[in-house]
């Protein structure tokens, strides 16, 4: 009987001893986050984003500014690295991998942009555009370069076939957008066609920031470069300062009497034009609203500081409410046009 057991004991022990020489001798399994094909595919992914971005915008500029072939190749000169750190093992069903992902704009195209923003943005700078949209965002900017942190599965190493992570695993939408504020710019025609004439892209921004008196066909071609097509506003005095460029001047007061009729008629006009412009601003993408949200504050303070001009000269308080509506309705009318410039609907 004790020899039996002797022996049970001596074939336990072999057994463990062999398993546990066994698992000594499975491979370890290490996760890799040196990815490269994925560097690429998320470098791929980011030119399709703006390359689908830049033909809807220039599709719907009816100012015809932008070249969407520009804006593509400039997205093609981007440099995008990612570097990854150490993978987070602590669950095996969700091993992931951290990095940081940066995108490099080259430094002439950043600073061509920089130079064109105020065709597209008016008085805010491309610099300041971008601060914005950042804010909403975990993303940075830092000289040219925008960075990201991004989270990505790991892959395991010792399976020849283990799959790499995709680039659709990785939330490149804000970082899409923020490159195609940049580029956007950039894309603006070295000749633009402004009522009929030709001017180039230099003397454009001169007629927009231009502080001497101008010509009236200049000030012709600055209206329409603003989107402001309206023979009224042709008639502005020449001391009028451009930097409100997207702005009409103010009405006369009317002379003659202004009856009920005419009252509810300009009411109606305003109410519509009003409901028009909520409208066409939430059909815009949520990258322009944000980069004309300020100038679309600014539009709106000045646009009521110009229509309280001709209501304050009245001499009828019917007449003064006439004034204002007329003035603020042909405001927005103009605004529209501008904004539909914009528009993806």
């Known amino acids: 009987m004790q020899y039996r057991l002797i022996i049970g004991a001596l074939v336990t022990t072999f057994a463990i001893t062999a398993c546990s020489k ?23 992914q980011l030119q399709q984003n703006i390359m689908l ?9 009816t100012r015809h500014f932008v070249d969407a072939d520009k804006i593509i190749a400039a ?32 430094d002439a195209i ?40 991004l989270t990505y599965p790991a892959q395991n190493s010792t399976a020849a076939s283990a799959p790499a992570a995709q680039a659709t695993e990785v939330n490149l939408l804000p970082l ?8 956007l710019p950039y894309g603006v025609k070295d000749i633009l066609v402004i009522n009929g004439k030709t001017y180039s892209r230099a003397d454009a921004q001169a007629l927009l920031f231009n502080q001497t008196p101008l010509s009236h066909e200049a000030q012709m071609a600055s209206a329409v470069l603003n989107g402001n097509n309206s023979q009224s506003t042709l008639t502005q005095e020449t001391d009028n300062s451009l930097n409100d ?36 601003w939430q059909s815009l993408d949520q990258t322009i609203q944000a980069t004309l949200t300020n100038e679309q504050q600014h539009w709106q303070t000045q646009r009521k500081q110009q229509c309280q001009k001709p209501a304050t000269a009245a001499s009828s308080a019917k007449e003064a409410e006439f004034n204002y509506l007329q003035c603020d309705t042909r405001l927005i009318n103009q605004r529209l046009q501008y904004l539909r410039g914009f528009s993806l609907s």
């Open 22 to 44: 066994h698992e000594s001798e499975q491979p370890v399994q290490t996760l890799n986050c040196d990815q490269p094909q994925l560097t690429d595919q998320i470098q791929r």
């Open 53 to 61: 971005n830049a033909r809807q915008f220039a599709q719907n500029d």
């Open 75 to 106: 997205a093609s000169q981007l440099t995008v690295k990612l570097q990854p750190s150490q993978a987070d093992s602590n669950q095996a069903d969700q091993r992931q991998c951290h990095g940081q992902l940066t995108v490099t704009i080259p």
């Open 110 to 149: 950043l600073q061509q942009a920089q130079t064109n923003a105020p065709l597209l943005f008016g008085q805010t700078s491309l610099s300041q555009q971008l601060s914005q949209q950042i804010q909403q965002t975990d993303i940075k900017f830092n000289d040219h370069s925008f960075i990201q942190n």
């Open 176 to 183: 899409s957008q923020l490159l195609q504020t940049t580029l």
């Open 245 to 280: 460029s997207h702005q009409t001047p103010t009405d006369d007061p009317s002379q003659q009497t202004v009856s009920d009729n005419d009252l509810q008629q300009a009411r109606d006009n305003q109410r519509n034009a009003s409901n028009e412009m909520e409208r066409l």
